[in-house]
């Protein structure tokens, strides 16, 4: 039985790790095997500790890409006050200095800051430009921006939510958990079961067949996409 490719991705080795427990608790014939069940535990814990590793991951990428959807929509309202600023009709660009004004107070910082402070600094500057209504009006386009920011700022709170209930469970990186998982079924369980099914093939022949099924499909995912 071929070894997994260690070129194997991390969301990969999961679902792999997956199916072979699942095959292993189907697998009756099997289950007395003391040594076979302390491996199969072991890549048990560490599929549950990758699989918990990699919702963390994926929930701090979403939560980057949120800060990155409200960045660039107070972007775009600070390049369209400094557009509508210099704009040839006077009614306009009067409306625009004064929201400068407002907007300027947090310009320096508000992309910059930590995601908390971020946070509490897009909500001021909502508040400030609620109380700039009539203003507002007068430009186009305004209005639009300051809602999607609006809503940007909601889906970050969202976002942080997820996070930090995503981080109350303390777990290994997803990347450093792969390791020790690859070499659990690399170097303990299919040298194991390989030997088991010529020495007792009436009993592990079907756990290591329907095993090694697995492990071939997710080599071939890994060799056609290194060509």
Same mark, same amino acid.
């Given at each position: 039985? =071929?070894?997994?490719?260690?070129?194997?991705?991390?969301?990969?080795?999961?679902?792999?790790? &997956?199916?072979?427990?699942?095959?292993?608790?189907? /697998?009756?014939?099997?289950?007395? &095997?003391?040594? %076979?069940?302390?491996?199969?535990?072991?890549?048990? $814990?560490?599929?549950?500790?990758?699989?918990?590793?990699? +919702? !963390?991951?994926?929930?701090?990428?979403? %939560?980057?890409?949120?800060?990155? *959807?409200? /960045?660039?929509?107070?972007?775009?309202?600070?390049?369209?006050?400094?557009?509508?600023? *210099?704009?040839?009709?006077?009614?306009?660009?009067?409306?625009? !200095?004064?929201?400068?004004?407002?907007? /300027?107070?947090?310009?320096?910082?508000? #992309?910059?800051?930590?995601?908390?402070?971020? @946070?509490?600094?897009?909500? @001021?500057?909502?508040?400030?430009?609620?109380?700039?209504?009539? #203003?507002?009006?007068?430009?186009?386009?305004?209005?639009?921006?300051?809602? !999607?920011?609006?809503?940007? !700022?909601?889906?970050?709170?969202?976002?942080?939510?997820?996070?930090?209930?995503?981080?109350?469970? $303390?777990?290994?990186?997803?990347?450093? %958990?792969?390791?020790?998982?690859?070499?659990?079924?690399?170097?303990?369980?299919?040298?194991?079961?390989?030997?088991?099914?010529?020495? =007792?093939?009436?009993?592990?022949? /079907?756990?290591?067949? +329907?095993?090694?099924?697995?492990? $071939?499909?997710?080599?071939? #995912?890994?060799?056609?996409?290194?060509?």
């Amino acid at each position: 039985m =071929n070894k997994v490719i260690s070129k194997i991705r991390v969301t990969e080795v999961d679902g792999l790790s &997956d199916a072979l427990v699942r095959l292993y608790k189907a /697998d009756e014939g099997v289950s007395s &095997d003391v040594f %076979l069940k302390g491996v199969m535990d072991e890549i048990e $814990k560490l599929s549950v500790s990758i699989t918990t590793a990699i +919702k !963390q991951d994926k929930v701090l990428s979403n %939560l980057e890409e949120a800060d990155g *959807v409200r /960045d660039e929509a107070v972007k775009n309202l600070s390049t369209l006050l400094d557009g509508y600023s *210099v704009f040839p009709v006077a009614a306009k660009k009067e409306a625009a !200095q004064k929201l400068k004004a407002v907007f /300027d107070k947090y310009r320096k910082s508000i #992309t910059t800051a930590n995601y908390v402070s971020e @946070s509490s600094l897009i909500e @001021s500057l909502l508040e400030d430009f609620s109380k700039e209504e009539e #203003t507002v009006s007068l430009l186009d386009g305004i209005k639009e921006i300051l809602e !999607q920011i609006r809503s940007a !700022q909601d889906l970050f709170a969202k976002a942080s939510d997820e996070y930090n209930a995503a981080s109350t469970v $303390k777990t290994e990186s997803a990347s450093s %958990l792969k390791k020790p998982l690859l070499s659990a079924i690399n170097d303990k369980l299919i040298p194991y079961i390989t030997a088991m099914k010529m020495a =007792n093939s009436a009993v592990y022949a /079907d756990f290591a067949t +329907k095993a090694e099924g697995e492990i $071939k499909r997710v080599n071939e #995912t890994v060799s056609r996409r290194a060509k």
